[in-house]
């Protein structure tokens, strides 16, 4: 797939999240490929990232912990209405996919929560 195949699959699973996990405000979870039958891993946030400075720095985090980890970006999507986002993982190594969702749901929780002492100081 293409970077921009990838960012068209993210916003739909941001949709998918917003609509369908609106109750947790960060975590992760599997999505299968379409057409490939293979699984990427997708940390979402259901945290208004487009005109939320917490969010916004807590992405930056995130995007810092998958590159200390080794781990590649494959997209980044909003939901329709932009409440919500969606960063799509390959897994790679031991663990598969299990694993790295684990692991993005923490890096996830870690970075909005140094994300919200950050800004807090900011105020």
């Known amino acids: 797939m293409r970077l921009?195949?990838?960012?068209?699959?993210?916003?739909?699973?941001?949709?998918?999240?917003?609509?369908n996990r609106r109750h947790i405000q960060?975590?992760?979870f599997t999505v299968r490929v379409p057409g490939s039958g293979s699984e990427v891993v997708a940390a979402f946030g259901n945290d208004n990232c487009e005109n939320e400075g917490q969010a916004r720095l807590a992405l930056v985090l995130l995007r810092h912990a998958l590159d200390e980890a080794g781990l590649g970006e494959l997209g980044f999507g909003l939901s329709a209405d932009e409440s919500c986002w969606a960063l799509l993982v390959r897994p790679g190594g031991p663990g598969g996919v299990?694993?790295?969702a684990r692991f993005l749901e923490e890096a996830a929780r870690e970075a909005w929560r140094i994300a919200g002492l950050a800004t807090s100081s900011w105020r």
């Open 4 to 19: 921009s195949d990838w960012s068209v699959l993210a916003a739909k699973v941001a949709d998918q999240a917003r609509h």
């Open 26 to 28: 960060r975590g992760a």
């Open 98 to 100: 299990g694993l790295l």
